[in-house]
């Protein structure tokens, strides 16, 4: 599996010496994830890692901002699970339900959804800010990201998605 500062780089976010830069840092910072260096140094955005860690993990990205989401959105899953996983139901269609999450590799996030809607689920990735931004429009659920969607240099800790990179099997 690429890095994800190998993607940024093949994705022209960054350059070598940038990524060696915030590598260097991020020996002085434990704990401290590469894509929050980049980020807070400001030579990505967050749409640019959310971007990498979807090639990274194959996984879609679906930027919401300007998606309509079907009128029973509210009701495709319970409140509780939309705010404990950070997701926004999109659309159901039969069986299949189409939902943008923060860490669409959370296999437990995945199976409790499931279990509360009867659904398969069709899961897609979007920024913590993008689902935030429609979690509050939509479904009057605060959750403040480090970041607004347009800010350049955001904190986002994308942590959830990177600490499950192990477990992640690509398809064969």
């Not at 260097?24 to 955005?45: D, P, R, S």
């Not at 437990?108 to 809607?117: K, L, S, V």
């Not at 605060?142 to 959830?160: G, L, R």
């Amino acid at each position: 599996m690429k890095r994800l500062g190998e993607i940024l780089i093949e994705h022209g976010c960054i350059s070598e010496k940038q990524l060696h830069e915030a590598l260097a840092k991020q020996k002085t910072m434990q704990g401290k994830l590469i894509g929050e260096i980049l980020l807070e140094f400001g030579y990505v955005t967050e749409e640019d890692i959310v971007v990498a860690l979807a090639t990274q993990f194959n996984v879609p990205y679906l930027p919401i901002g300007n998606f309509t989401l079907s009128p029973d959105a509210e009701n495709l899953i319970p409140k509780p699970l939309i705010e404990k996983y950070m997701c926004v139901p999109l659309d159901r269609i039969g069986n299949l339900l189409t939902v943008v999450m923060a860490d669409p590799t959370n296999e437990m996030a995945i199976r409790d959804i499931e279990a509360a809607t009867k659904c398969k689920l069709q899961a897609f990735v979007a920024s913590v800010s993008e689902i935030a931004a429609a979690l509050r429009e939509h479904f009057g659920i605060k959750i403040t990201p480090h970041a607004k969607p347009a800010e350049k240099v955001s904190k986002v800790s994308f942590n959830s998605a990177v600490t499950q990179k192990n477990s992640v099997k690509p398809n064969p």
